[in-house]
């Protein structure tokens, strides 16, 4: 579903603020992988995200989707491909604008623009089921301002809207960085239960290495740009924290302070 092949990027090259943010990255998802990515900061967790969702070019490599090369796309036309959810909850909805017609500009993603703007029943009754999914009543608030949601309503909508015309690929860059712990934890449910019920293939950036263990099928861990552990399958339920760490030190050739260089 996912083929990264050999891809760089070095951010001001031949300045003295030059960063080699990726190297040689090669990573291939099959149809319904759920990975984790876990690492320190610096270590290309975002990067590669960015990279696959087309923020900026890449130096060298390639990335295709669903068997589409878009190494050369923009990231307007990899939207067709992608759902996204951001670390901040402000990011991915429009404050001033109602729960459902953010729904429905989520819906028409992708499509061509006309002048006919609405939003029929059968849609309304649709948005309806799919926010009553969620279990937070937003269903009984389609006519309110996103803006007045809490952090935690504001990312559960979010989600729903990136996966609402099931994308090839969702990406999730440390989507509940910013909630509260118990927050955290609905949000991350949710997207579990949304990634198992639609099939979907996903990757997921986190800090913090409980929930990598604990989500997902296939974890990767990152280190200064390379991908230098990517554990499946039943090796990746054995993992214990103790044993990631391990693993990382021999991947890396150095050992974890605790969990200060993942945690950082």
Do not use: C
């Not at 998802?29 to 900061?41: E, Q, R, Y």
């Not at 990767?220 to 552990?229: A, C, D, S, T």
Request: avoid cysteine.
């Amino acid at each position: 579903m996912l083929r990264i092949e050999h891809i760089a990027k070095t951010f001001n090259p031949g300045t003295i603020t030059e960063k080699r943010a990726l190297t040689d990255v090669h990573l291939h998802l099959k149809p319904g992988d759920f990975v984790t990515v876990i690492g320190g900061n610096g270590a290309g967790k975002s990067t590669m995200l960015n990279a696959v969702a087309g923020v900026f070019p890449v130096d060298h490599g390639t990335i295709a989707i669903d068997g589409v090369d878009v190494t050369h796309l923009p990231e307007h036309k990899r939207a067709a491909f992608l759902g996204r959810v951001f670390q901040d909850p402000m990011t991915g909805t429009a404050a001033t604008m109602n729960i459902e017609e953010n729904m429905a500009l989520a819906m028409r993603r992708g499509e061509r623009r006309g002048l006919r703007w609405g939003i029929s029943a059968m849609e309304r009754r649709m948005y309806q089921e799919q926010l009553s999914m969620l279990g937070l009543g937003l269903e009984n608030r389609m006519s309110s301002k996103v803006g007045l949601l809490s952090g935690g309503q504001r990312q559960a909508l979010t989600l729903l809207m990136a996966t609402l015309r099931t994308p090839k690929l969702l990406l999730l860059d440390e989507h509940t960085a910013a909630l509260d712990p118990k927050t955290a934890a609905k949000v991350l449910e949710l997207s579990d239960k949304i990634i198992a019920q639609q099939k979907l293939t996903a990757l997921m950036i986190t800090h913090n290495m409980t929930d990598a263990l604990a989500y997902g099928n296939r974890l990767i861990m990152m280190h200064e740009g390379r991908i230098v552990v990517d554990v499946e399958g039943e090796q990746k339920k054995r993992l214990t924290r103790e044993d990631l760490m391990s693993l990382f030190g021999k991947a890396a050739g150095k050992e974890l302070d605790g969990d200060k260089l993942l945690l950082s």
